[in-house]
């Protein structure tokens, strides 16, 4: 959430930031501004009021020494109508104060000066490709025909169990599964991240917290008898851990990994683009967090884009890092690097990873602070990125490696797997 301090100081700056993400604020920014105001006002008469009455409270009690009791009573009467209006005065910038909240968090966190304008995807800017293109054999199969072909995942058992969307893993795809899971966080472990196993349930604070609320109900599965939502990544819960937290200056940086199963309901399109694993309502994903000092913010955020390209490089895989143009970034970040891998047998890029700065905007949500060397509470910025999202990268695995009558393993994965292809 953009602080009401930034919309005061340069509005203009903020319009035309926002326009960045094809948002138009001015409505939006004007009406707060005139809330703020008006909640001012209010509290200003509110408390002369105040003062007004504490006057003539001071003066019933001399009025009644002096046996001047009309006199007193009618003070008395004068007190409890100034009390009423202040009261009411109250009432009104609170109702004000509601109003101003829920308005500030209908804004978009601002892009940072990295970001261009854009309306989509195609205007995305690619700041680097690595890998090889994958040497396919003849009459190369996707991998949902590959998946069925070895037995290893079986989406038609999942639409049986629950539905399209919920694959089963089988035998060595299960394994996989779990390779991949137990490499990333050893890989995040050892660059420094603390592993934590949060719930995969969160309730609606935390889903405010992180952005999540209100802006994407429609993509979260919600268990409205408890009112928690399954998790759509496990950046709410593991942020959320910080959520009404004032950490010291020395407690920098705050560096989390966490594996969960992730919820999404992903509405949408038909064909091949979505077609196997390139879109589910439950997926796995290992997930880095890290809460700096705002001056330390944008060093991180390159340290943590470098730490996911050398994940994608072990694995052997072709890849593209991309920023985000202001019309592709979510609501909540300020700047996002997306990582996308190259599938030569469905001839596309498949998005595996983003790595995002917020800023202070999910800090503000928050409420998590920390004191400066001076003893200043100021707002952290928050951070976090894909290490990895599993569905692309195993569809990546199998059609890229697969060989005549075997998928191969990339070697850094076999001490995982226990084994080195699947036939």
């Known amino acids: 959430m953009l602080t009401l301090k930034t919309l005061r100081e340069n509005p203009e700056h903020v319009i035309a930031k926002l326009a960045i993400k094809n948002f138009d604020a001015r409505a939006i920014v004007e009406k707060v501004i005139a809330l703020d105001d008006n909640r001012k006002a209010l509290q200003t008469e509110s408390d002369r009021l105040l003062s007004e009455q504490k006057k003539a409270a001071a003066k019933i009690g001399a009025l009644m020494k002096e046996g001047k009791k009309a006199e007193a009573e009618a003070a008395k009467a004068e007190v409890a109508a100034m009390k009423a209006k202040s009261t009411a005065l109250l009432a009104q910038a609170d109702e004000n104060q509601q109003e101003l909240d829920a308005s500030l968090v209908l804004l978009p966190n601002m892009p940072c000066d990295l970001v261009v304008p854009g309306k989509g995807a195609e205007d995305n800017q690619v700041v680097k490709m690595g890998g090889e293109d994958p040497q396919l054999p003849e009459g190369a199969l996707p991998h949902w025909e590959l998946a069925r072909k070895y037995d290893i995942i079986d989406f038609d058992l999942g639409v049986k169990i629950t539905g399209a969307g919920f694959p089963v893993y089988k035998g060595k795809g299960a394994r996989l599964q779990r390779a991949l899971i137990n490499y990333f966080l050893d890989r995040n472990t050892a660059a420094g991240y603390l592993e934590v ?156 990873s983003s790595v995002s700065n917020f800023e202070s905007f999910q800090a503000n949500r928050l409420k998590l602070r920390y004191k400066d060397e001076n003893g200043k509470t100021q707002l952290c910025h928050t951070l976090n990125g894909s290490s990895l999202a599993l569905p692309r990268v195993v569809a990546a695995l199998l059609e890229d490696n697969q060989k005549d009558g075997y998928i191969e393993i990339p070697e850094v994965l076999r001490p995982y797997t226990g084994f080195d292809r699947i036939d």
């Open 197 to 352: 196993e949060p719930p995969v349930m969160v309730n609606q604070a935390s889903g405010f917290g992180t952005g999540q609320l209100p802006d994407k109900e429609g993509q979260m599965y919600h268990a409205t008898v408890d009112n928690f939502y399954m998790v759509p990544t496990a950046e709410v819960p593991v942020t959320n851990i910080f959520r009404d937290v004032i950490l010291q200056n020395d407690q920098f940086p705050q560096k989390m990994t966490a594996y969960t199963p992730c919820f999404r309901r992903e509405a949408g399109s038909y064909g091949k683009d979505v077609r196997g694993l390139n879109r589910l309502h439950q997926f796995d994903k290992v997930e880095i967090v890290r809460v700096e000092r705002p001056e330390d913010s944008y060093a991180a955020l390159d340290e943590m884009v470098a730490h996911v390209e050398g994940l994608v490089k072990e694995l052997g895989l072709k890849y593209r890092i991309l920023r985000l143009c202001g019309g592709d970034m979510s609501f909540t970040s300020a700047i996002t690097y997306d990582f996308e891998l190259w599938s030569a047998a469905q001839g596309r890029w498949l998005e595996i």
